[in-house]
Every structure is written in C-alpha cells, then in structure tokens.
C-alpha cells in the first residue's frame, strides 16, 4: 500500500549539512506517523525523528537542535534536514511510516560524516 524512497545521504566532513528525503508511493495524509531512523556499524537501530498526522514532532536528544524533520504533502515527502553533523552521526538513516495499521521502512541511505 505504501512505499518509501529515501535519497540525499553521502559524505560530509564534521560540521556539514544534508538533507535526507523519503518520497511515499501515496499520499502521507494516509500515515499517522513518519520519521527517520539510523543504524550505526555494530548498533541497534534507534529513532532520530518522527512526526505525527497533526504535525507533533520527537527529536532524539543527540540531535536536538541539530535535524530537523518537515513535511511536504503536495510531493507526498518527509525530509530530514541535517546540520553540524558530527561523526557519531554516521549510520545507515531509513524512513519509517505506519499508516491503517501497517509498518513500513524504506531501504536506507548512508550517511558518513568525517572527522
């Protein structure tokens, strides 16, 4: 029913920016929750940002003030926009979406930032 396209991650030097994005097959109005997730080398994956249907956003504390999540219904897409990304930030980043009772992820994007 719903499918996820991420694109935007590559290699950045500590401090650099990137913006990540998931394109949906339909509309996100359909979803209840999207976001980004990350998984690093030899980690566990873990949540980085979600945003709900009415808008409320969840950050995790490591980048608060850093990422920021937004949406763009018309282009049925979340973005992730990335500032003064920091080595430790470095992971494979996947969409996340959950909509009429279903989960759904993307196939991840590699973000490397360098030291």
């Known amino acids: 029913q719903v499918q996820l396209a991420e694109s935007g991650g590559g290699l950045v030097q500590a401090g650099g920016s990137l913006r990540l994005s998931c394109a949906a097959s339909?509309?996100?109005?359909?979803?209840?929750?999207m976001g980004w997730y990350r998984q690093a080398p030899g980690k566990q994956r873990e949540l980085v940002a979600t945003?709900?249907?009415?808008?409320?956003?969840n950050y995790a504390d490591s980048v608060k003030g850093r990422f920021t999540i937004s949406r763009e219904y018309a282009k049925n897409t979340v973005y992730l926009q990335m500032n003064s990304l920091k080595p430790e930030d470095t992971a494979v980043y996947y969409c996340?979406?959950?909509?009429?009772?279903?989960?759904?992820w993307g196939q991840g994007t590699q973000v490397t930032v360098s030291s």
């Open positions: 996340y979406a959950f909509g009429s009772g279903y989960d759904y």
């Open positions: 339909g509309s996100i109005l359909g979803t209840s929750v």
């Open positions: 945003m709900t249907r009415g808008g409320s956003t």
